[in-house]
């Protein structure tokens, strides 16, 4: 997009520029430059998409779920994933996307969603593997875009931040029972985090390039810490409870650097997570194909909600 030449007045720029860097945040309808507009439009619409397609993976996991009160339990998470998604499709809207096009462009192809809703959650010890360590991964952007310069945004995020550290809590549960459950469960879960390792690293994209790009996202505060501080927070508060419950992280070169107070870890495969980014994933072509069934499915639901006008109310 850095391409992309917006001729703004240098004017209302410059005040744009320095009431963000005063920490002041943009609400729907004030001006914003055009790039402005079309990265916070960008960076909403692929999280909309991400929760509405994060709910996917447990949702198979609903009718299998060990007992009453875990059916229960995941059951109620995944509907705060996909009121998440109808929040942020509504904020998204503010920038100037209907909900209707947002959608087209998910099933059709078109738009992104984050890399780890592409992977198949294969045993119950998945779903514990994506309650602490997907939501714990997300937890650490979402957190930081508390203090997103869009308003809207920022507000909602608040809001889907408590309800993410709940899913976290109800993951280390699940997490707990099969970390101090028998042999088998244990093997199950080293299993699913052997699996789960590299996506979680992808999850915060590459490091950074020191471009003018990202320099001006994060001076515009739509990005707010950099790809690797996010994953070295990430590092820090998840693997120690990885190895503290005696579970092996599937890197040997995995270090902690007392000096530079960070985790040194090896390079993994950015190739895969370009790969996944072009819906090329292990799940993405059968994940997006049943969205796109439900989505024919309730059509019904769309056609009766506009005959009788209730959209307009
Ligand atoms: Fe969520
Ligand atoms: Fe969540």
Redesign the pocket.
Known sequence: MSDHTHTEDPERLAEFEARVAAGEQVETGEWMPGEYRQEALRLIQMHANS?IM?AMPEREWIPRAPTLSRKMALTAKVQ??VG?AQLLYRVAETLGRSRVQMIADLIEGRSKFHNVFHYPAETWADVAVIQVFV?GA?MQTQGALRSSSYAPYARVMKR?CY??DF?IRLGLDVYRTLADGTPRQRAMLQDAITRWWVPLLHFFGMPDRVSPHTEKMLRWRLKVKSNEELRQQFLRKFVPIIQEAGFTVPDPALRWDEASQRYAYAEPDWEELKRVGRNQGPKSAERLALRQDYHRRHRWVREAVERWGLLAA
């Open positions: 929760e994060g705060d994933e998440h939501d997300a889907i309800e993410e899913h």
